[in-house]
């Protein structure tokens, strides 16, 4: 099976490096996003996001011409969705899935599919996404058949196969991790899988699509209730005054024992959004997951009350001083180290709040950013590392960044919510 033409819907963090991957392996590949300035970005042979060794690969696929960026899909014999799938507010949750954007993306390439076209979902989704996004198809396209009527017999294949992959190392394991692929019906996950077997090094394990979905969620559900645990136990630990950090490592000695270390919280667009799809389905099923989403959720506030909790102390010992002279820095702002990805941030959100409100100098170091968000803007100057150590009242560490692991604060007054200072 042969794939001459490849389209890739959505050129962000898992889109564009996805795109570029299968480009490097001499396939054309069109590129679609409603973004003109990320398409006129990536049609320059740049990118517009952080991520290590992508700028290469998509300066030389481009200049190759196997890789182009449009605004509107054109035919292709393949299509991969790769849109976001935010939250929205539904009575009684805040945490319902939102389907517009694969939904729109679904209609875009509807008008422009031929028979034998595969489309892959790649966003991670609900359990059930990828027959909706069939059914979707199949309204828009009434002289096509899809899986779901005529199973192998139809036009059009149909299959999910999530990302599995570490920002900061996506151009590697977009290569080496393994895939599980699940097609609507057999012969759209061997479609599915030939298409993957032209770029993964790693193995590619076929499924059904509701299979495909649910392990993506479970593995980062998985993760996420380790990290709560890890969370939890540093807010007690500071309740019983023991240090957490050297409490982990004792524990960690122990043969079968491997706990995480605990942060601000958890952000990014997998492990702070996943378990919530599983929640969303299943509400009175899945107690712990919802707990451990609730801790971690939580813990943004409990640095909140703690760095607060420092201001009060500085005044206490500097009388002579006002809050209004009190100069509170925060160090990273992005959901994990060495990116600049800021969705679903604890970070951003507990620098949001402690700066936004604050009647001092506030201070931002984040050195994988150009400029500050909208949000912190008006609040917050963004600085080098060395003017926010020298002029900190109260220096707040909240993203362990390579650049931070050996710097010391002058000031006293720190929280380090990640334990390398």
């Keep these: 099976m042969t794939f001459d033409t490849v389209s890739v819907v959505g050129l962000g963090y898992i889109g564009l490096p996805t795109a570029a991957v299968i480009a490097s392996r001499r396939k054309k590949v069109v590129g679609v ?14 990118i517009h996001i952080v991520e290590p060794e992508l700028d290469i690969v998509v300066h030389a696929a481009v200049k190759e011409g196997w890789l182009r960026a449009t605004t509107r899909p054109e ?41 034998g076209d595969l489309v892959i979902l790649e966003s991670t989704s609900p359990v059930g996404a990828t027959e909706q996004v069939s059914a979707w198809l199949a309204e828009a396209r009434p002289d096509l058949s899809f899986p779901q009527s005529y199973g192998e017999a139809s036009d059009i294949r149909v299959a999910h196969c999530p990302e599995r992959v570490l920002p900061g190392h996506v151009v590697r394991e977009l290569v080496e991790n393994d895939r599980v692929i699940g097609g609507m019906t057999p012969r759209c996950s061997a479609a599915a899988a030939a298409l993957y077997e ?8 076929t499924t059904t699509a509701r299979t495909a979905e649910m392990a993506k969620l479970t593995e980062n559900s998985f993760r996420d209730v380790n990290i709560a645990f890890a969370n939890e136990l540093s807010i007690i630990c500071d309740r019983l005054d023991i240090d957490v950090w050297e409490l982990i490592r004792l524990a960690n000695r122990h043969p079968r024992v491997n706990i995480l270390q605990p942060g601000p919280g958890v952000g990014g667009h997998c492990i702070a959004v996943d378990p919530w799809f599983i929640v969303s389905e299943t509400p009175e099923e899945a107690r712990l997951i919802r707990t451990a989403r609730e801790v971690n959720d939580g813990k943004p506030q409990w640095v909140i009350d703690k760095v607060r909790a420092a ?8 009388p002579e001083q006002t809050a209004a002279d009190v100069t509170i820095a925060c160090f990273g702002l992005a959901f994990k180290p060495d990116i600049d990805d800021l969705r679903e941030s604890p970070a951003l959100r ?3 709040a402690i700066l936004g409100g604050h009647p001092g100098p506030g201070l931002v ?20 590392a060395e003017a926010a150590l020298r002029e900190a009242s109260v220096a707040v560490l909240l993203v362990d960044h390579r650049q931070f692991r050996h710097v010391i604060p002058s000031t006293s007054y720190v929280i380090d919510t990640r334990g390398i200072w």
Excluded: W
């Excluded at 996003?33 to 740049?46: C, F, L």
């Excluded at 201001?311 to 500097?318: A, C, K, M, P, Q």
């Excluded at 170091?365 to 080098?384: K, W």
């Design 75 to 115: 035919p292709a014999d393949a299509f991969l969705i790769a849109v976001p799938t935010p939250f929205r507010a539904e009575e009684g949750s805040d945490h319902v899935p939102d389907l517009r954007y694969i939904e729109a993306a679904s209609k875009a390439i509807a008008p422009v599919l031929k028979k």
């Design 198 to 205: 032209i770029f993964v090094e790693g193995e590619c394990i």
């Design 350 to 352: 507990i620098a949001q």
């Design 311 to 318: 201001v009060g102390r500085y005044l206490s010992d500097n």
């Design 33 to 46: 996003d409603i973004d003109q300035h990320a398409v006129d970005t990536i049609n320059r042979g740049d």
């Design 365 to 384: 170091v984040e050195p994988n950013i150009q400029t500050l968000p909208l949000s912190l803007a008006d609040h917050a100057e963004l600085v080098p």
